[in-house]
């Protein structure tokens, strides 16, 4: 569901390390996820999905790790750069089917980039 | 991508008063746009469900009188915040969906609402 009450919390690495953002999702039934960058005053923008049959995803310096059992999702950004400094959601869609669920946005963790 | 618009991006307004935001897909036609809330420092706090030629469908605890959405076309979403008060003060986001077979949403770049 929703995040309420809690600051984000921020994960700070230095250029060109790895960064790893985990999230913890609350349906087990979700079988669609979604990785967002959000930048401070703008709307959030699409990094990478990963359905439910799949438990690893990759794209240009992501990849999306999804386990099932402990209901767990991990962004992990190679070789990150000060432009990726941004706040990063994970958001689940319950029962995706092809046609179009709510989806649901968990608390988020800002990443930040020191040179 | 697909471009969603947001506008007006920031508005001030008088407590009692009435603000309309409007949520537009600029190079594709959307039935269904989704209205999000955001506190600062927080998650985004799905609204409402805005579905073309249909009342909008609200979540729990979101005041269907407070928060009006009007879906008038494929392309173009509105809400409405109504007897404004300061408590609404929030950045509310729309997005809409393209494509019949994916859960890819777009975002508008959202409003940021102050009410004094």
């Known amino acids: 569901g929703e995040s309420v009450g809690l600051h984000l919390p921020t994960l700070s690495v230095q250029e060109g390390d790895n960064s790893i953002i985990n999230c913890a999702y609350s349906?087990?039934?979700?079988?669609?996820f979604i990785w967002y960058k959000q930048e401070s005053g703008k709307g959030p923008q699409f990094i990478i999905d990963?359905?439910?049959?799949?438990d690893k995803r990759q794209g240009q310096r992501v990849t999306v790790l999804l386990n099932k059992t402990v209901k767990h999702l991990s962004l992990q950004i190679a070789a990150t750069q000060p432009g990726d400094s941004a706040v990063y959601f994970c958001?689940?869609?319950?029962?995706?089917?092809?046609?179009?669920?709510?989806?649901?946005f968990g608390a988020g963790t800002r990443l930040a980039v020191h040179p | 991508g697909a471009v969603v618009s947001q506008h007006p991006s920031r508005v001030i307004c008088k407590s009692g008063t009435s603000v309309k935001i409007e949520c537009r897909s600029l190079d594709f036609q959307a039935t269904t746009m989704f209205w999000y809330r955001q506190f600062p420092k927080k998650s985004l706090m799905l609204m409402a469900t805005s579905n073309e030629g249909s009342k909008a469908t609200y979540e729990q605890g979101v005041e269907k009188d407070k928060f009006l959405i009007n879906h008038a076309s494929l392309t173009l979403s509105t809400l409405t915040v109504t007897s404004a008060h300061p408590e609404d003060s929030s950045f509310y986001i729309c997005s809409a969906r393209q494509g019949a077979n994916t859960g890819e949403l777009f975002f508008g770049e959202g409003s940021r609402l102050t009410v004094l």
């Open positions: 349906n087990s039934a979700s079988d669609y």
């Open positions: 958001a689940e869609i319950p029962h995706f089917s092809g046609g179009y669920n709510k989806l649901i």
């Open positions: 990963i359905r439910s049959n799949m």
